[in-house]
């Protein structure tokens, strides 16, 4: 066995030991075919066990966990929060379609390689921007930025706030979501970040973003 063979064997063990362990990786930004297809049967399988509405439920949530920087809306319901959806989240979403579609279909249901191409060659990451405010516009014509240090990346495109939805029990009286994307090209994946978004009555909120800990 050459050298080159033995390392790849020990680094595909390391990677499968922590994958198990939940040990968190850096976003990944240059998959192989081989990263693409673990990624699916990372979303496919917990969906293929799945046997009730709330189990499905429980996936689903655990994919947006998983993928999520800022506060928990579990322990704050209106805190800032943002789910990055990188090339892995895509990935594992189109696994959980084909463990759903499978189900369906009563047969192996598996996704063009076209179709996993385009998500390997997406040159951007798309998030999604959740937060809360006192009325029902407070997100409308939000700009964000990705700071890194002393580096302040602009995103390439920003998506238009929902309408704010009431919120239930106590705090700000509404919640809204709003879209950006940021280039792979421009933003280190492997450095403390700091999501800032400005509201147009002058409110900044911050959400840190441990970038290293989302695959």
Same mark, same amino acid.
């Given at each position: ?6 390392i #790849? ?10 994958? #198990? ?5 850096? $976003?990944?930004?240059? /998959?192989?075919?081989? @990263?693409?297809? %673990?990624a ?14 709330e189990?499905?439920?429980?996936v689903?949530? =655990?994919a947006?966990?998983e ?16 789910? /990055? ?5 895509r990935?594992?979403?189109? #696994? ?7 189900? %369906?279909r ?9 179709? $996993? =191409?385009?998500?390997? @060659?997406?040159?951007n ?6 937060l809360?405010? @006192? ?15 002393? %580096? ?20 700000p ?7 950006? $994307? ?11 970040s700091?999501f800032?978004?400005?509201? =147009? @009555?002058g ?13």
């Open positions: 066995m050459t050298l080159r063979k033995q #790849g064997l020990v680094l595909g063990l390391i990677g499968t030991l922590s994958i #198990g362990s939940n040990t968190a990786w850096a $976003i990944e930004v240059n /998959l192989s075919l081989e @990263d693409a297809q %673990k699916l049967e990372i979303g496919r399988v917990p969906m293929e066990r799945a046997d009730s509405p189990e499905v439920r429980k689903l949530q =655990q947006s966990v993928s999520r920087v800022g506060a928990d809306p579990e322990k704050e319901p209106c805190g800032a929060s943002a789910i /990055l959806r990188t090339k892995h989240y990935l594992e979403a189109f #696994g959980r379609q084909e463990a759903a579609e499978s189900k %369906k009563k047969m192996d249901v598996r996704m063009p390689e076209e179709f $996993i =191409q385009k998500v390997m @060659d997406m040159p990451m798309e998030i999604e921007v959740q809360c405010g @006192d009325d029902e516009y407070f997100a409308e014509g939000a700009l964000i930025e990705l700071h890194q240090g002393s %580096k302040r990346i602009k995103p390439v495109d920003i998506g238009k706030a929902e309408r704010g939805r009431k919120n239930d029990g106590t705090g009286a509404y919640r809204s979501r709003f879209t950006s $994307i940021f280039a792979y090209e421009q933003f280190d994946p492997n450095v403390t700091v800032v978004v400005n509201l =147009q @009555d409110q900044e909120i911050r959400i840190p973003a441990e970038l290293s800990k989302v695959k």
